[in-house]
């Protein structure tokens, strides 16, 4: 199989209020392509980290992260962009909508800045394949705490990336709307042929995943399946 993300002997350490702190320590992990991975871990074990590192989000301090065969410690800042905006979609807990923009607009504008020549074609149909194709043109203020996360999974799946990442996707969210996000997230991941990698607290979400890895104090503890 190929190895989509792989992290060797990655370390983060970050300034603190009473100096350096150890975040990461020696992490080792490959996933392959198409994978549904979950990092589980109690708050401050690294799960985020963990996974703002393979999004290019944050730099290792040492050690090497290698996504669809790059080097992202070897990247600038506008190439890990690039990079990011090509092949990876990014989902996290609070939704990073522009409030000025619709839903429509927020979904095609990144696409659009890409150079998409169909971006708001594509736009319309991402929103339509989760439910909100009748609220297209309501702006974020006017839509629920589920409607805008929709919207947030409509934008990164829009590109058709080849890596979502999900950070507590439904940690702002009840208990049945969340559970519709993570019904939409596997279904739409898994028909695009998309490898997840999901941080969540929820053993049931873990369940539905292929791996489950879990973070201890920034060490990888298991890797229960």
Do not use: W
């Given at each position: ?33 198409g ?62 909508l ?5 839903a ?22 991402e ?24 919207v ?74």
């Amino acid at each position: 199989m190929e190895k989509v993300l792989s992290l060797r002997d990655v370390r983060l350490v970050l300034d603190g209020n009473a100096g350096p702190v150890d975040i990461l320590k020696g992490i080792d992990l490959d996933v392959e392509r198409g994978e549904k991975v979950c990092l589980l871990g109690p708050s401050g074990s690294g799960k985020s980290s963990l996974l703002m590192l393979l999004g290019g989000l944050e730099r290792a301090t040492s050690g090497k992260v290698t996504a669809l065969g790059q080097d992202l410690g070897a990247m600038g800042e506008d190439a890990l962009a690039r990079f990011r905006r090509d092949h990876m979609g990014v989902v996290f807990q609070s939704f990073h909508l522009i409030p000025t923009m619709t839903a429509l607009e927020n979904v095609a504008t990144p696409m659009e800045l890409a150079g998409a020549p169909d971006a708001f074609a594509r736009a319309e149909a991402e929103l339509a394949a989760v439910g909100l194709a009748d609220r297209r043109h309501h702006y974020p203020a006017q839509l629920s705490g589920g409607e805008q996360q929709r919207v947030a999974l409509a934008r990164a799946l829009a590109p058709r990336p080849e890596i979502l990442l999900a950070d507590e996707p439904t940690g702002n969210l009840d208990t049945v709307t969340g559970a519709a996000i993570i019904d939409l997230l596997f279904a739409l991941g898994q028909s695009r042929g998309a490898t997840l990698v999901m941080v969540t607290h929820a053993p049931e979400l873990a369940a539905r995943c292929d791996r489950a890895i879990r973070l201890i104090d920034g060490r990888i503890a298991d890797r229960a399946a």
